[in-house]
């Protein structure tokens, strides 16, 4: 499962056996939880998030 972060939206959880592990996206990009990537800020939505 992947859950996105309350508080910083460039970041996100990858549940591993009910362990989560966080990553980061990558400088400049926002993690869009319907898609599961992460994307240009430019480019994400308030509602993508």
Do not use: Q
């Not at 592990?21 to 939505?45: I, Y």
């Amino acid at each position: 499962m992947i859950f996105p972060d309350a508080e910083d939206p460039a970041v996100f959880y990858i549940c591993s056996n009910r362990i989560p592990h966080r990553f980061a996206c990558p400088e400049h990009t926002l993690f869009v939880a319907a898609e599961r990537v992460c994307d240009w800020e430019w480019k994400v939505k308030g509602e993508d998030l």
